[in-house]
């Protein structure tokens, strides 16, 4: 038990819907970074938020937002779904230390299929 | 695009055996973390590396940093059933140790 969790654990939407994630991070931590990971790959790094703030953003198009809330909760909203968009998607908070040995507590992902 | 290249991609040995996967990257990191992750769970983290040459033991499991810090590896002693996962490692640049570079993994099954 990392104390991260996410809802749903699972999710089937159509293509051009939209669909939001949601992310409940570890007490005590303010940091929320979201992560996409498609079958048989690593993940690959979203977006992340530090204090209801983006800090620092991966190689995704704008259709990919998020929010992080005064409570350190944070969502992912990915609008116009394309298939490719079928993935397992992970947040990860962190105590937001930009040290080396900063440590990532993941959740078990929100599984989304796109038809 | 994946920046870090593991090999190999899978592995399947029996309980007993000993194995290395490799971790590479023509990019140098401040940092590299090791994880595993079991179907269904997210990825949970075994070690982080932050010198060049600099070597990690966590019981069976043995990490190394390359000295450039562009390569780690993992070795595993004596594999158990416990050990099958999907391994992947992580990098990070220097001030943003949580937003990782993820390798392409390496999915390890040890049966009895």
């Known amino acids: 038990e990392t104390g991260v969790t996410q809802s749903p654990t699972h999710l089937i939407k159509t293509r051009g819907q939209q669909v939001t994630l949601r992310c409940s991070s570890q007490?005590?931590?303010?940091?929320v970074s979201w992560y996409q990971q498609a079958l048989g790959q690593g993940p690959q790094f979203i977006f992340q938020y530090y204090r209801e703030e983006e800090n620092g953003r991966g190689n995704f198009p704008p259709r990919f937002s998020g929010l992080q809330f005064p409570n350190y909760s944070s969502e992912l909203n990915v609008n116009a779904l394309e298939l490719d968009d079928s993935a397992l998607y992970l947040c990860a908070s962190s105590s937001g230390g930009l040290g080396a040995n900063e440590k990532l507590f993941f959740g078990s992902g929100t599984q989304l299929s796109v038809l | 695009t994946q920046l870090l290249e593991q090999s190999p991609q899978f592995l399947s040995i029996q309980e007993g055996e000993n194995l290395t996967v490799y971790c590479n990257s023509s990019s140098v990191f401040s940092s590299l973390q090791w994880y595993r992750q079991e179907p269904g769970e997210g990825p949970v983290l075994l070690v982080t590396?932050?010198?060049?040459?600099e070597v990690k033991k966590l019981k069976r499991l043995t990490f190394q940093f390359g000295d450039a810090r562009k390569d780690s590896s993992l070795h595993i002693t004596a594999a158990q059933p416990g050990d099958t996962g999907l391994y992947l490692c992580a990098g990070a640049y220097t001030g943003t140790a949580s937003k990782l570079t993820f390798g392409t993994g390496t999915r390890l099954q040890v049966t009895l």
């Open positions: 590396v932050v010198t060049g040459g």
């Open positions: 007490s005590g931590h303010n940091t």
